[in-house]
């Protein structure tokens, strides 16, 4: 009897999700399944990409870091993603921190599996470049946004991103946190939390977040959270977007 060329288990994440099952099947041994703790680096500025991580559950940010330590997300890598993309275009670091943001786990592969993997499967190749441009996409916009738009509209946009990511209506996130990602003063982040909280968007207890009203979330959120549930669309199909990144 023929071995069947199908992984005994289908991964979570969209990106080996969207690969043909034979192709998938020649990956499989050379993924492996780990967590992903809060706070966790998985990459540091300058320092050698080891492995490439594809997130199953949970998220990760990108930190851009400045001379005097401070910090700015500049993307966020959930299932939809490949963290270590620029193994991906001929490089070995990054100049961002790639950071578990809210816990999860992932399917890990190492770099040099994965540098011969793109030579050796097209398919492969070419899903992992339109990662990329996916990816380049979200970071063009999220600086379009940090430089345009009100806290509340970058805070809404943001809890949206978070929601599409967890596996739940709820997240670990505190104000200081939240501040660091959006690039503002924690004091913002209070006052506009606040008001989300009273409008009946959120609820905010002992660093956790609850979206309570996603939809009046997308209403006072700005058009760049629309932007990217279409780079998705783009990325995946029209049926990528938005609550498809969450299990059911």
């Known amino acids: 009897?023929?071995?069947?060329?199908?992984?005994?288990c289908s991964p979570?994440?969209?990106l080996l999700a969207a690969l043909p099952p034979a192709d998938?099947?020649?990956l499989w041994p050379q993924l492996e399944a780990v967590p992903l703790s809060l706070r966790q680096v998985l990459s540091a500025p300058g320092e050698p990409i080891t492995s490439v991580y594809f997130p199953e559950t949970g998220y990760v940010s990108l930190l851009a870091y400045l001379k005097e330590g401070d910090?700015?997300?500049?993307?966020v890598v959930g299932r939809e993603g490949i963290v270590g993309l620029p193994v991906l275009l001929g490089d070995n670091s990054d100049e961002c921190e790639a950071m578990?943001?809210?816990p999860g786990t992932a399917l890990r592969m190492s770099a040099a599996a994965f540098r011969a993997e793109l030579d050796r499967t097209p398919a492969f190749r070419d899903l992992m470049l339109r990662a990329a441009l996916f990816q380049h996409r979200h970071v063009v916009r999220t600086a379009a946004c940090n430089g345009r738009h009100h806290t509340e509209q970058r805070l809404a946009r943001w809890l949206l991103i978070a929601h599409d990511r967890a596996e739940g209506d709820d997240f670990a996130m505190t104000h200081e946190f939240l501040a660091i990602m959006l690039g503002v003063r924690r004091a913002g982040i209070t006052v506009a939390a606040g008001q989300f909280q009273a409008a009946g968007l959120i609820r905010y207890t002992r660093g956790r977040?609850?979206?309570?009203?996603?939809?009046?979330?997308?209403?006072?959120?700005?058009?760049?959270?629309?932007?990217?549930?279409?780079?998705?669309d783009h990325l995946f199909g029209s049926n990528?977007?938005?609550?498809?990144?969450?299990?059911?």
């Open 1 to 8: 009897m023929a071995l069947s060329l199908v992984p005994t």
């Open 240 to 248: 990528a977007g938005g609550q498809s990144l969450r299990c059911n």
């Open 71 to 75: 910090a700015i997300e500049v993307g």
């Open 24 to 26: 998938l099947a020649r």
């Open 12 to 14: 979570d994440n969209h």
């Open 100 to 102: 578990v943001q809210n």
């Open 209 to 232: 977040i609850e979206v309570t009203d996603r939809l009046g979330l997308e209403a006072t959120a700005c058009e760049c959270y629309g932007v990217a549930r279409r780079a998705l």
